[in-house]
């Protein structure tokens, strides 16, 4: 799985501004490579509770989560483990003070994996829903 390069500094811009609450959203990708974030409405500041309201959105095909934790420590917690577990096969965190060296990326064990980024080029797409 490789991330492009935009869609990560949109991730890591978000997460800064939405800092000192946290930033959730799922993973979408195309072939093998994330190429956006669907923001979940509703994001409260407890870790917790924003990655529970990540996981109930229905129907929206997803390759694995995002979530900020402005404190810096980007370690999983219990509850990200518990629910890395059930969706998704990557799971990035993204720490204070959320530049290229403050993220990292977990499978759906926990395990640190290596996310290559990289440059994709953006076309026009209007047809994202369809087909589904
Ligand atoms: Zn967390």
């Avoid at 978000?14 to 195309?30: D, H, I, Q, T």
């Avoid at 509703?42 to 929206?60: C, H, K, Q, R, Y």
């Avoid at 064990?109 to 589904?132: A, C, I, R, T």
């Amino acid at each position: 799985m490789k991330i492009a390069r935009e869609t990560l500094q949109f991730i890591l811009e978000v997460c800064k501004s939405s800092a000192p609450l946290e930033f959730a959203g799922m993973l979408s990708a195309r072939g093998d490579i994330i190429t956006e974030v669907v923001v979940v409405p509703g994001t409260e500041s407890s870790d917790e509770s924003a990655v529970m309201e990540l996981f109930m959105l229905p129907n929206i095909h997803t390759v694995g989560s995002v979530h900020s934790h402005p404190s810096g420590n980007i370690t999983p917690s219990g509850a990200d483990l518990e629910l890395f577990s059930k969706k998704g096969i990557v799971h990035i965190i993204a720490g204070a003070p959320f530049d290229s060296g403050s993220w990292k990326c977990y499978d759906k064990d926990g395990v640190q994996v290596k996310l290559e980024v990289v440059d994709y080029e953006f076309k026009e797409e209007n047809d994202f829903e369809s087909g589904e």
